[in-house]
């Protein structure tokens, strides 16, 4: 999966989240974040650190991966969602 941006994320997580039956209760336990952080994740008020995305990701037995870009029209898009 590539993930582009920290709202594709968010949005990655809520859809792994609710396909694997799990609470937001369930998902902090799993990471050791809080649920309100979760909540806020989830939502995009927040974006999350290194750390954090690894522990979530390792939640959904997912790793990260790092690429060569093919292209920066990437990069663009990620800073513009950030302003």
Same mark, same amino acid.
């Given at each position: 999966?590539?993930?582009?941006?920290?709202?594709a994320?968010?949005?990655?997580?809520?859809?792994?989240?609710?396909?694997?039956?799990m609470?937001? =209760?369930? /998902?902090?336990t799993q990471?050791?974040?809080?649920?309100?952080?979760?909540?806020? /994740?989830?939502s995009?008020? /927040?974006?999350?650190? *290194?750390?954090?995305?690894?522990?979530?990701?390792?939640?959904?037995?997912y790793? /990260?991966?790092?690429?060569?870009?093919?292209?920066?029209?990437? *990069?663009?898009?990620?800073f513009? =969602? *950030?302003?």
């Amino acid at each position: 999966m590539f993930v582009q941006s920290p709202k594709a994320f968010a949005e990655f997580v809520r859809s792994q989240r609710v396909n694997a039956g799990m609470t937001q =209760e369930d /998902l902090s336990t799993q990471t050791g974040m809080s649920r309100r952080w979760v909540q806020e /994740l989830e939502s995009g008020k /927040l974006v999350p650190s *290194l750390e954090a995305v690894l522990h979530v990701a390792a939640a959904f037995g997912y790793e /990260l991966h790092l690429d060569p870009m093919q292209n920066t029209s990437h *990069l663009d898009a990620m800073f513009e =969602e *950030l302003t």
